[in-house]
């Protein structure tokens, strides 16, 4: 029997679950060409909101296209534009003849080298001379608002992972050099999104940054226990099991409402249970995620100082005033400054988030880890 809980690839259909409003508005800044950008923490579900946003937009609107680009792998100027420009040519080509002819009409100055798989439905290669396109980065940027006036189409570019610009060589050159391009385009929109959080919020709040009030910005928030319920009971309803509404509850607590973790708990239950899972056999389940990952917590405690420690570990306490003596005292933190580097240190690895008083460790489990197993020691 396949398992009715998904995790570490895009949720979609009966496996998304709540986000009705962040849906509905992603859906309507799609077809209303409004840029976006969605921040949130990683593994929160940004790509499966993005992409159920662009199949109910793609049905509503029979004129719309999307191009959905990844920068996971892609870390110089190069790449990123000849991935946008091979992104853009399949988006808005229905075969690949008509690719082909595309490629060559609207990249005519560039002189693209096509190739094409012999299977159906193979996605176009593109490659480009970067001599040429070094000196024709405006013709790609300028693709999509060519190939939509000239088709009468009105088109939405997706971008995962965007926060890898920051780290081109010349970065601000190259954000302004974007913005400047996309800011002007009437009949395309941009939807930006990345999985490091403190970096997409220095590239988009930061009223110094070329992207800076570019897009209206959507902040995602844990989902909301009572949806992870329903959601964790409908699935299990669906497979001839049942999961008590309790035992439930205890799944959307241990990972604090966590979207990954919440369906790899729950699938961890459901794999444990015959019949009915209860409140014994969340337990279980939980003891076994968290073993399964200790090694993986071992290793990322292992890269920590000594004095990042200290402040993780009375942000696991729930500690707010960090930089009071009292707290320092009681935490072996030297220093104020000490203070200050650590939670710099620690919100770059993507370990805690927050502003002010308010921080948060990210992951539930690396959390629980460390206060049940590191720290108890």
Partial sequence: METPFVFGRIATDRN????EVETRILVD???????????SPRRWGKSSLVNKAAKIALAEDSKLRICHVDLFNIRNEKHFYATLAQKIISATSSKWE??????KRFLSSLIPRISVGTEPGNEISLDLDWREAQINTDEILDLPEKIAKEKGIKIVVCIDEFQNIAEFGESDYIQKKL??????????????????RHMMMEVFTNSSKPFYKFGNLIFLNK????????FFRSRFEETGKTITEEAAEEIARLVDNHPYYAQQLAQLAWLRTDEICDMETVETAHESLVEQLSLLFVNLTENLTVQQLNFLHAVINGEEKISSAAVMRKYSIVSSASVTR??????EKDII??????????DPIYSYWLKHTYFSK
């Fill in 179 to 196: 913005r400047s391009h996309w800011q002007n385009q009437q009949r395309v929109a941009y939807c930006l999104y990345g999985s490091k």
């Fill in 353 to 362: 988030d927050g502003t002010g008083l308010k921080l948060i460790p990210l």
């Fill in 223 to 230: 989902i909301e226990s009572k949806y992870l319920v329903s």
């Fill in 342 to 347: 650590s939670k710099a240190a620690l919100m």
């Fill in 98 to 103: 008509e690719a082909v002819e595309n490629a």
């Fill in 29 to 39: 800044n799609f077809k209303s060409l409004i840029n976006t950008i969605i921040i």
């Fill in 16 to 19: 998304f679950t709540d986000r």
